[in-house]
């Protein structure tokens, strides 16, 4: 291992300019991503929401990539490889070559189905095939809820980058948030003026600095460390080396006996979870036919091969002696990624790659924004609200919800500890897999009773959120991590894989009951071929005259 690495907590002056500079260009394109490929008007979700629905191959594979692989993705990963190895860290990228499997089996059926019955969210679904407003609103306040510490953790990973750029910090207030104040007002601004082609064009420019970074830092950086025996060995020695507040191994540079379990469900409920967030399902309905749907499962793979080099730059870090000593004196390993490129490139290349991270940040936060207001508008504001509000009411609405969940995630960043942020994403992640069988498998089947569905949501968020409040970790005594042992098992396991098992079981135990007890499941509007429809279905139209007859009057 190098010689540990002083940090040097000085403006980098011509990193920083850089960053501003590609901030300055992704700010123009935010603004000008109004005019491209829209309709008459942004008053309506379909337009402001969901771009229209006419993204084609290209755009959602950037606009899902960039939501998908998020800032907090390219500082999180590393870190955990980092601190803790390779239970903790690089189980992100099986989960992430696993996904696309699954989504290519059923994310074109949710796409056929909103398509046909104009539907923006899953709660939409869950609402036309149950007609239950109960189980509708448990799915969207799920997302709504759940995405909320997700949008506050791209905020961290614009923070991280400006305290290694040697700005945001320090004691006075202002000047230390001075800049992500700045950040959080153009996001606001070009989310409101563009909706989603908003972050759909400025994905392209983070996508190319993202690769270009990425490929550089992996052939350069192990040069510069002795190769990758070297790096491969210090992190074995850094992982076997004793916790000196616990005793046990600092972490695992292959997962051994008693760690499979935990790598496997980790990797599996993660995949699961992912498309169950709002913005991930967004992403997925603005493109313009299901086949977009499916190429994009088999082309988006190459974002996973990225992020297996992002990973294994946090055992470079360990072979490099990176210090993540932050400007408040404190070990901060979210820094390691941003110190790393500032420790051994240009200035101006760190700049490039500060920029990566930081334009990183605003794509995913302004797409989960904009999902969770469509989720609130949707299913909350215009359920339970107002019945009657207008697509333009629902529009205007959405918007000012989108401000009021950035705000919000500000305030989250600003006033709390980050730490959190991210205990309340890792729970947010257990929440999440609950919402699996009501969107998932009633895309398939009605077998399931509506109520067992909502019962079963209703046990594993309980059994989750009690499993995680329970998990101590050497920085916190609650919500310390996502793993638990398993009941009957003793193997440690992914709490919301344990938490979903016993949903399972509750649902279809509760199912049977229901099914004999001849029990109504509520009226399903959907038949079967609305699950096969493509773009140019000439039933859509139609139906949405017959559905929503206020959609073709004017706002009052």
Sequence with gaps: MSAPLVTDSSVNWTALVVLIALFLVVTVLGFMAS???????????????????????????FLLGG?????????????????????AGFFAVPYTIILYPIIFVFMARLWSVSHRHGYVTTADFVRGRYDDRQLSLAVSVT???????????????????????????????????????????????????????APAVIAFVKDALIYIVIIVAVIYLPSQVGGWDEIFGAAKDKMAA???????????????????????????????????????????????????????????????????????????????????T??????????????????????WFVGVAFAAIAIGALVPAA????????????????????????????????????????????VFVLTLDKQNAINFQLLGG???LQTFPAIVFSLYTRWFHR?????????????????AYGVASTSTDHFGGSLAEVPGLGDMGYIAITAFGLNLVVTVLLTLVLHALKVPNGTDVTDPGDYHADADDPRVQADLAVEEPLAHQPDR
């Excluded at 997700?150 to 040697?166: K, M, N, R």
């Excluded at 968020?461 to 009690?466: K, L, S």
Aim: proline share 4%; no cysteine.
């Design 326 to 347: 932050g400007l408040d004196g404190k070990k901060n390993a979210q820094l390691v990624v941003p110190q790393l490129f500032e420790d051994f490139f240009p200035d």
């Design 242 to 324: 004793p916790n000196p507040k616990t005793g046990a191994p600092t972490g695992s540079f292959i997962p051994g006996d008693g760690q499979m379990w935990a790598y496997a469900t980790l990797g599996l409920g993660s995949a699961m979870a992912l498309f169950m967030y709002p913005h991930s399902v967004t992403a997925s309905l603005s493109s313009g036919s299901r086949n977009t749907i499916r190429r994009n499962a088999a082309i988006l793979p190459a974002y996973s091969f990225v992020l297996g080099l992002l990973a294994l730059l946090g055992w470079v870090a360990i072979a490099a002696g990176t210090d993540v």
């Design 430 to 432: 257990i929440w999440i």
């Design 367 to 410: 797409i989960m924004s904009i999902a969770a207001a469509n989720t609130f508008s949707r299913n909350i504001y215009k359920e339970w609200l107002k019945k009657d509000a207008t697509p333009q009411q629902e529009a205007k609405v959405s918007k000012l919800m989108s401000l009021v969940v950035k705000a919000f995630a500000l």
């Design 67 to 87: 939501d998908l692989y998020t800032a907090y993705t390219f500082v999180a990963v590393p870190a955990a490889m980092f601190s803790l190895g390779a239970v």
């Design 143 to 197: 997302g709504f809820v759940a995405t909320m510490p997700y949008i506050a953790l791209q905020l961290v990973g614009i923070q991280a980058v400006l305290e290694v750029a040697g700005v945001g910090g320090g004691d006075n207030v202002l000047a230390k948030d001075a800049p992500l104040l700045v950040a959080f007002a153009v996001l606001a601004a070009y989310t409101w003026s563009s909706g989603l082609r």
């Design 35 to 61: 005019r491209f490929r829209r309709g008459e008007k942004l008053d309506s979700l379909d337009e402001w929401g969901l771009g229209g629905r006419k993204f084609g191959t290209w755009v959602t594979w």
């Design 451 to 467: 109520k067992a569905l909502l019962v079963g949501w209703a046990v594993g968020i309980v059994y989750g959120t009690v499993e």
